[in-house]
């Protein structure tokens, strides 16, 4: 399923129609907290986006009551359930086709490392992000560390992704920390 924007629709599907790919609208989004599905004009499922939140999150709100603070766990996990809340979103405060950053940026694209290992996710997005404040994104293994291949002391930045999955080595950037300091000088 790929989501794109209501004035895209037609261009995807005739893009999709000529790599032969079968293509059709499914449904379309919503402001609101409502989540309809329809087939043939009738309603076949309806609930709203906080509940279904929630019951997604409840496993993990679990988890984490179990391994933090369960307080917090628990106003954390209310806070799912408040249709009010906007959810993940982004308030830029500024033009994103200006360079805000020129000021702080002194040189012409500053190095910096994203560095990646078993289990990490999420380097490309970080890249990116680094990549659009004016920095030089370079992709290190902790591989490439290890064998010399790369130094830390060659950029003016460090940036260890975390990760979810089994055999997640950097352990949201804890598990390196001893590695880094002998790499490091």
């Known amino acids: 399923m790929v989501q794109v924007a209501a004035k895209d629709v037609a261009e995807v599907l005739v893009r999709f129609s000529a790599a032969g790919i079968a293509a059709q609208v499914v449904g379309h989004g919503a402001l609101g907290n409502e989540i309809v599905i329809r087939s043939g004009g009738k309603i076949v499922y309806h609930n709203t986006r906080t509940a279904l ?9 679990h988890i984490q009551s179990l391994r933090d603070n369960p307080e917090s766990a628990r106003q954390e996990f209310s806070l799912l359930q408040d249709a009010e809340r906007p959810g993940l979103f982004v308030k830029v405060p500024f033009d994103l086709s200006q360079r805000v950053n020129a000021p702080f940026v002194h040189t012409a694209r500053p190095r910096v490392a994203i560095l990646r290992e078993q289990g990490v996710n999420g380097q490309v997005e970080m890249a990116a992000a680094f990549d659009r404040a004016g920095f030089a994104a370079v992709d290190v293994h902790m591989s490439d560390l290890l064998a010399g291949r790369v130094n830390l002391k060659e950029f003016r930045g460090l940036a260890a992704c975390g990760g979810f999955s089994y055999g997640d080595v950097l352990v949201a950037a804890v598990g390196g920390q001893r590695r880094f300091s002998s790499m490091t000088g």
């Open 53 to 61: 939140h929630a019951m997604w999150s409840e496993t993990s709100f």
